[in-house]
């Protein structure tokens, strides 16, 4: 039986959501072992004068503890 974890990783992007989205995984991914899943729990944007300035999500990364 495996158990499973799960901790919250918060990303920025200046492109886009989807940058921010690989950018959080790929940097969860370098300290967390056996990453099964991911789960954007929420995505917001900053703006400035009338622009979106940065893409930000909130990440539930999803990992399977070692026996």
Same mark, same amino acid.
């Given at each position: 039986?495996?158990?499973?974890?799960?901790?919250? +990783?918060?990303?920025? #992007?200046?492109?886009?959501?989807?940058?921010? /989205?690989?950018?959080?995984?790929?940097?969860?991914?370098? &300290?967390?072992?056996?990453?099964?899943?991911?789960? +954007?729990?929420?995505? #917001?944007?900053?703006?400035?004068?009338?622009? /979106?300035?940065?893409?930000?999500?909130?990440?539930?990364? &999803?990992?399977?503890?070692?026996?």
């Amino acid at each position: 039986m495996s158990i499973a974890k799960v901790t919250e +990783v918060i990303a920025y #992007s200046e492109k886009s959501f989807d940058d921010a /989205i690989e950018k959080g995984v790929k940097r969860a991914c370098k &300290t967390i072992e056996n990453v099964s899943g991911v789960w +954007v729990k929420d995505q #917001s944007m900053s703006v400035k004068n009338g622009k /979106i300035k940065s893409y930000s999500v909130n990440l539930k990364i &999803t990992f399977i503890l070692k026996d």
